[in-house]
Nanobody
Framework: QVQLVESGGGLVQPGGSLKLSCAAP????????MGWYRQAPGKERELVAR???????NYADSVKGRFTISRDIAKNTVYLQMNSLKPEDTAIYYC????????????????WGQGTQVTVSS
């Protein structure tokens, strides 16, 4: 059973910051693209940011310049630093590990954490 464990969500005022963490098993982390997604009430899950094995990244347009994804290989952990938070960032944030195609852990739908709630409100 592969478990991804997210932490760091909470309630923050507009303009504030939060840092999310996601720990994954080492066997998965080292061969995966890691991503953060979010799902707001009544909306579909959407990609927020991804980091690839070469440390390249991509971001949703709505978070560019405000959010930063990074990873610590020694800790098998991926982070999402969220600054200048807006009420529209309110959502459940999910971490995904997507192993490389052809690796022993490859799975079409990847592996997901349980989600962590982020609420931006005054």
């Amino acid at each position: 059973q592969v478990q991804l464990v997210e932490s760091g969500g909470g309630l923050v005022q507009p303009g504030g910051s939060l840092k999310l963490s996601c720990a994954a098993p080492g066997s998965i982390f080292s061969i995966s693209t890691m991503g953060w997604y979010r799902q707001a009430p009544g909306k579909e899950r959407e990609l927020v940011a991804r980091i690839f094995s070469d440390d390249s990244t991509n971001y949703a347009d709505s978070v560019k310049g405000r959010f930063t994804i990074s990873r610590d290989i020694a800790k098998n952990t991926v982070y999402l630093q969220m600054n200048s938070l807006k009420p529209e960032d309110t959502a459940i944030y999910y971490c995904e590990a997507y192993p490389h195609i052809g690796s022993p852990w490859y799975r079409l739908n990847g592996y997901w954490g349980q989600g962590t709630q982020v609420t931006v409100s005054s």
